[in-house]
């Protein structure tokens, strides 16, 4: 298959296309910047073909996407600075680029006649209570700027295209850019204890293991909503962003004591934050494909990927 990836400067998009390769497919990689800004560790990401895209830019999305003509279309590119989306000089241009900018190329696939596979947030739904999130779930009420830009770009997806994928992630990590774990140990490096939040309740996702998930699902025509995290630990039990720290640390043999605390204490996020980010993900299952691993082994793999073991 040919396969038409955007963002691939970012942590998903990078691995996504390394996993096309692996499974024999054509990955031709798109994002706003000129040249592949990502990563340069030598991967087939940074070798394979690119192009460069605005998505906000609906003519040239169109041109692009005509020009390549590909079977599939797996929409990485995103504003993702949770807290920066508040400012409110930056949500118009978040708006163009999550939901404009997803319309853009939900409307070129229509016109090709491509499949497309979007990723989106657990952030769209109101981040209440304690049930899991199931993928078909409808109560949507996001918290802040970023999940209602995400939840229109699902509308505009949903509402364009028969066949598409919505895949949503929740608490993302991969080689390729900032994240969660790499800032706790950079933290930890220098701070012997450290305050992380333990009212918020989820699973990391780790972007080579959703990488594989994707290429597998693009492959199929089982269209529709699914959510894909790392599976929760073996007692079925969700955790805090205080837990995936300490796993963190003691993966990377870091000596670094974890103080927790509510939200309302940390008080330092501008964007309201979901206390509920458990997602359902027995969909996959039932759709015969392979979930993601554990959580405490995806982080033990990242850590040791990334070269974040303490020397």
């Known amino acids: 298959m040919k396969i038409f990836v955007t963002g691939v400067g970012g942590q998903l998009g990078h691995d996504v296309m390394n996993a096309l390769v692996l499974k024999g497919h054509e990955g031709i990689g798109s994002d706003i910047q000129l040249v592949y800004s990502g990563v340069n560790d030598g991967s087939a990401v940074t070798k394979a073909q690119y192009v460069q895209l605005d998505i906000t830019d609906r003519e040239a999305v169109e041109k692009v996407m005509t020009e390549i003509k590909p079977d599939a279309v797996i929409h990485c590119a995103a504003w993702t600075n949770v807290d920066g989306a508040e400012d409110p000089a930056n949500q118009p241009i978040v708006h163009r680029i999550n939901a404009e900018g997803t319309q853009n190329i939900a409307e070129a696939a229509k016109a090709i006649d491509a499949k497309m596979l979007y990723i989106s947030t657990d952030y769209v739904f109101d981040g209440q209570g304690e049930r899991p999130w199931e993928p078909d779930d409808k109560c949507y009420a996001p918290l802040n700027v970023y999940g209602q830009s995400k939840l229109d770009g699902e509308l505009a997806v949903s509402g364009i295209l028969k066949k598409f994928f919505i895949v949503?992630?929740?608490?993302?990590?991969?080689?390729?850019?900032?994240?969660?774990?790499?800032?706790?140990?950079?933290?930890?490096?220098?701070?012997?204890?450290?305050?992380?939040?333990?009212?918020?309740?989820?699973?990391?996702?780790?972007?080579r293991d959703l990488a594989r998930l994707l290429v597998d699902m693009i492959e199929t025509e089982k269209y529709g909503y699914y959510h894909a995290t790392n599976a929760e630990s073996k007692s079925g039990e969700y955790?805090?962003?205080?837990?995936?720290?300490?796993?963190a640390y003691h993966a990377a043999g870091m000596d670094v004591k974890v103080g927790r605390v509510s939200t309302a204490e940390y008080g330092l996020s501008v964007a309201a934050r979901p206390f509920n980010s458990r997602l359902d993900k027995s969909k996959l299952e039932k759709a015969g494909f392979m979930p993601l691993p554990d959580w405490r082994d995806a982080v033990a793999r990242y850590v040791a990927e990334a070269g974040l073991k303490a020397e």
């Open 168 to 207: 949503r992630i929740a608490w993302v990590f991969g080689l390729n850019g900032k994240n969660f774990i790499k800032t706790m140990i950079n933290v930890g490096k220098t701070h012997p204890q450290v305050r992380v939040v333990d009212d918020q309740i989820g699973t990391p996702t780790y972007t």
């Open 239 to 247: 955790i805090s962003w205080a837990d995936l720290a300490e796993e």
